[in-house]
Every structure is written in C-alpha cells, then in structure tokens.
T-cell receptor, first 112, second 115 residues
Framework: SQKIEQNSEALNIQEGKTATLTCNYTNYSPAYLQWYRQDPGRGPVFLLLIRENEKEKRKERLKVTFDTTLKQSLFHITASQPADSATYLCASNAGNNRKLIWGLGTSLAVNP | EAGVTQFPSHSVIEKGQTVTLRCDPISGHDNLYWYRRVMGKEIKFLLHFVKESKQDESGMPNNRFLAERTGGTYSTLKVQPAELEDSGVYFC?????????????FGSGTQLSVL
C-alpha cells in the first residue's frame, strides 16, 4: 500500500546549523509532496509544495528537494533558530483524488 | 481574517455516548476536509466536502460516523455511539483551490477521548 516514511527519531541540532529531514515514499508515485509544520496542540501549517517535475523549491530559509529516482524528498532549514523547533510532516496526494497521505513526522529541536 | 476554527478543543465521553464536533472553515473556502490522528499513527483522511456535497468519504471508518456540511458553510462530524478506538485528534482543514496548487489550512483540532 502507499506509504510515507519519515525519520521517527527526533533531530537535535545547534542553532545556526542546517537541519535536514527526510521523507521516503513507497509503492506509488506522488504528483506532489507537501511539507507542514506542527506545534504542540495546533494543527499542521503548510510550508512548501514541490511537484514531481521540480527538483528543488525554496522559500526563505527553507529548501525542499524531490528525487523520483530515490523516491525521496529532503527538507532543509538553513541557519536554524530555536523558533524552528517543531514537528515537521511530509504529505502527498494519494492518486487522483484530493486526499493526502501523511508521514508520522519528525520532531526537530534547535538548541540555542 | 479568521482561520479554521474547531469546537470543542477537547471532549471526554464514555463509550456508547454521542459526540458532535464542529468545524468552521475559512470564509469562501469551498473545500472542507476532516482528518484524524490516532496516537502513534499517521494523520488519516476521513472525508472531503466541496461546498455542501460529499466528494469523497472513503476514509470514514464505519457508519457510526456522520459528517454534514449544511449550506456549504460549517461542518459537523458526529460519532454515535462512540467506541474506545475513536479516540484521537480530529482535524478539520479547508482550501480554496483544487488541483496541485491546493494548500490546506488546518484548525487546531478536537482531542476526543472515549473512556
């Protein structure tokens, strides 16, 4: 079945470093991948969308890549700040319908 | 502009009782989605409205779940009778555009605990 996997281990990095989070998908070919941020007690907040024909997308300190050969998306936060600490979720379309399938998310902690 | 609002934020009920969750989407958003996250599992799709019509309800677990969207505005999700496995966080999301540019706006969710 279609599945998205994210590194379940929490990522701890030092302020100012680049955080890199991984999203792998199996058993399907998504038309696009989305990345969301979620803070405790809140709903996911949309960050970036990257389509299958796009290799890279940037928004301020965020960068997302999409490698259809590796079946993987990487999410980078450069010059990380403690305020970037949150859980980051990867999601994609599931075929031709509108529903999203989600990864479990990766918790990021940026230490001052 | 107000975001997606959900009510209540928390609900604790006993098995067999009925609970109704409410979602007010962003004004003008035709698309409304319900998702659920059970502890330790991924967020899972429940259903999708376009205005007042159910576009896709393939994720609804069973017939104990009933979703409505009267007049294409707010939506309710009723669970009757609730079972222990219904516990989780129920998220509502809305969007204006369909297609590959679709960006979902989520509410803060309703934490449902069935005891």
């Amino acid at each position: 079945s279609q599945k998205i996997e994210q590194n379940s281990e929490a990522l701890n990095i030092q302020e100012g470093k680049t955080a890199t989070l991984t999203c792998n998908y199996t058993n399907y070919s998504p038309a696009y991948l989305q990345w969301y941020r979620q803070d405790p007690g809140r709903g996911p907040v949309f960050l970036l969308l990257i389509r299958e024909n796009e290799k890279e997308k940037r928004k301020e300190r965020l960068k997302v890549t999409f490698d259809t050969t590796l079946k993987q998306s990487l999410f980078h936060i450069t010059a990380s700040q403690p305020a970037d600490s949150a859980t980051y979720l990867c999601a994609s379309n599931a075929g031709n319908n509108r529903k999203l399938i989600w990864g479990l998310g990766t918790s990021l902690a940026v230490n001052p | 502009e107000a975001g997606v609002t959900q009510f209540p934020s928390h609900s604790v009920i006993e098995k067999g009782q009925t609970v109704t969750l409410r979602c007010d989407p962003i004004s003008g958003h035709d698309n409304l989605y319900w998702y659920r996250r059970v502890m330790g599992k991924e967020i899972k799709f429940l259903l999708h409205f376009v205005k007042e019509s159910k576009q896709d309800e393939s994720g609804m677990p069973n017939n104990r779940f009933l979703a409505e969207r009267t007049g294409g505005t707010y939506s309710t999700l009723k669970v009757q009778p609730a079972e222990l496995e219904d516990s989780g966080v129920y998220f509502c999301a809305s969007s204006q555009i369909q297609g590959t540019n679709e960006k979902l706006f989520f509410g803060s969710g309703t934490q449902l605990s069935v005891l």
